[in-house]
Structures are given as C-alpha cells and as structure tokens.
C-alpha cells in the first residue's frame, strides 16, 4: 500500500471555494485512476469525483457536477478538485483515492486511502 496524502482543506462561507491536492507519499508514484471520496459525520462515504486515462476522462458525483473539477498532472503523479460554489451539504472530510477496478461509486473498489482534508462550509 502507498498511502495517499490530502491537502488544501479548511473553512469557507457558502459560495467560496477550495482546491484540494493529493500525491502518494512516495515520490513519482502515479496511477491510471485517481478518485475523491467524502465522509460526512453520521453519513457512508461517497464518491464526489474520480479521472482515467491519458485523456483525463471524468465522472461526477450528480451533487457536485458544474460546480467540483477533478484534474492531474501529466504524471498522474498529483491530482486536484477544485471545489468552487460551495454549499453547507460539502462539509465533509475529503479522500483521495487508487483505484482497483470495479464499480466507480464503491468505496470498497478503491485503495491507498489517506487521512483526508476536512472541508467545512458555514451558510
């Protein structure tokens, strides 16, 4: 396991926005698929975004389409989620993830989970 290293958490009023970065804790470490989870207090953890391939294929979670953008670098070594528009619901602590193939929305298909950023939005 390669644990995976979140950052760029905090606190933000509702409309403000965040940028989230994730590298693995070893150097040039890259992957195929990189993907963000959420755990909100109370709540399963869902999938929010996740990215493939060389050409940066995407998926979105319905509640944060229009409003999250998932990236990486060139080297799938790092990759980002811009979170702007923010709503009160976003709070949550936020994962970036490996994926090990299967469904895109099952925490269970994903690896190399990280201690996550908190990210917390006041109306």
């Known amino acids: 396991a390669v644990p995976l290293v979140e950052s760029g958490g905090g606190s933000v009023q509702a409309g403000g926005s965040l940028t989230l970065s994730c590298a693995a804790s070893?150097?040039?470490?890259?992957?195929?698929?990189w993907g963000w989870f959420r755990q909100a207090p109370g709540k399963e953890r869902e999938v929010v975004a996740t990215?493939?391939?060389?050409?940066?294929?995407?998926m979105y979670h319905d509640s944060v389409k229009d409003r999250f953008t998932i990236s990486q670098n060139n080297a799938k070594t790092t990759v980002y989620l811009q979170m702007d528009t923010l709503k009160p619901e976003d709070t949550a602590m936020y994962y970036c993830?490996?994926?090990?193939?299967?469904?895109?929305?099952?925490?269970?298909?994903?690896?190399?989970w990280g201690q996550g950023t908190q990210v917390t939005v006041s109306s």
């Open positions: 990215i493939w391939g060389v050409h940066s294929g995407t």
């Open positions: 070893v150097a040039s470490y890259s992957s195929d698929r």
């Open positions: 993830v490996e994926s090990l193939g299967g469904r895109w929305d099952d925490a269970k298909a994903w690896r190399n």
